[in-house]
């Protein structure tokens, strides 16, 4: 109390040194840019702002979100919870979406083979590492008792797939990394800032800059697909959270010892991706030289969004 009157006193007596007052004027900037808050929207609300969707389209997710057969369930692992959908009946196909994604992204593919397999997509809570992440997934297999799974990842969920039938050879029948890359320094090298930006910068910041990202390169790749647009920035709006960003960033960063797998394998890829150039397309192809390939045009990274159709084609006759 004396500290402050003292204070006060030299303020209106002119003996506090101005280097204070700007010192403290940047605090307060600093302070409230921090407090700012994020941008929020729900998914009805982003919907009515872009291009119109078919209303089938529209008609067929809410009919997809409202089907008791795709069952929401969670399981626990690692003091995690995972939440994933599954339903239809067959052998198990496990769909693993990547560092921008929810269970719900693979709805079109749970509508495509919901009369052929048992389909299961997880969505990834906020875990760091690829070992505490392939851990939650098995789980879910247990918990399904699950075995001889088909596995399609996307991204990170293909760099998770990699890992997952490295270490679990004997759990999985058939892999399809799509739109992915295997461990490289190029992608370590072009995202190295962004860890500690994800860290550091304040929350509506960094969803600012997720946003732009989409705006900018991955929207537009997919020739300007409303659906990818509408999901993928729903996570930019509030579906996502900075601590689940910050460790899908992580897992993508973290390297591992690739096997060349003994189950078969296909490579899918866009000629457009835009994260994933074309130098890193070819490390994969290079790293998984049995696999087969499959190169589909100006789709961008969210093929199985976008161009479900083209998606089914390249992958029905390979897992079936």
């Known amino acids: ?95 693993l979406h990547g560092m921008g994604g929810t269970s719900d992204f693979w709805w079109q593919q749970f509508l495509h083979y919901q009369n052929q397999f048992t389909v299961i997509a997880p969505t990834y809570p906020p875990v760091n590492t690829l070992e505490e992440l392939s851990a939650g997934i098995l789980a879910i297999l247990d918990k399904e008792k699950l075995t001889d799974v088909t596995v399609i990842g996307t991204s990170l969920g293909g760099y998770l797939a990699q890992y997952l039938v490295a270490q679990n050879p004997n759990q999985f029948s058939k892999v399809i990394l799509s739109n992915t890359f295997p461990p490289n320094d190029i992608l370590l090298a072009k995202n190295r800032w962004q860890g500690l930006a994800l860290r550091i910068a304040p929350e509506w910041l960094v969803w600012k800059i997720y946003k732009g990202g989409l705006e900018k390169m991955v929207i537009p790749a997919s020739n300007n697909s409303p659906l990818v647009a509408l999901f993928t920035l729903s996570l930019a709006y509030g579906e996502m959270s900075q601590a689940q960003l910050i460790g899908r960033y992580e897992c993508v960063m973290e390297r591992f010892k690739t096997v060349e797998p003994k189950l078969p394998t296909m490579i899918l890829e866009a000629d457009n991706d835009p994260l994933v150039p074309q130098e890193v397309r070819q490390l994969l192809i290079t790293t998984y030289s049995n696999a087969k390939l499959v190169t589909l045009h100006q789709v961008g990274h969210f093929p199985y969004l976008s161009n479900p159709d083209l998606f089914h084609e390249a992958v029905d006759t390979f897992i079936r």
Do not use: C
């Open 1 to 95: 109390m004396r500290n402050t009157q003292l204070r006060q006193k030299k303020i209106r007596e002119g003996k506090v040194r101005p280097q204070f007052l700007v010192l403290s004027g940047i605090a307060l900037i600093i302070v409230s840019l921090y407090l700012f808050p994020r941008e929020v929207k729900s998914f009805d609300q982003i919907e009515n702002q872009l291009p119109e969707l078919p209303a089938t389209t529209l008609t067929n997710y809410q009919q997809f979100k409202e089907n008791p057969n795709f069952q929401i369930k969670t399981v626990e692992s690692f003091g995690r919870s995972y939440q994933y959908r599954i339903g239809g009946s067959g052998k198990p196909l496990l769909l």
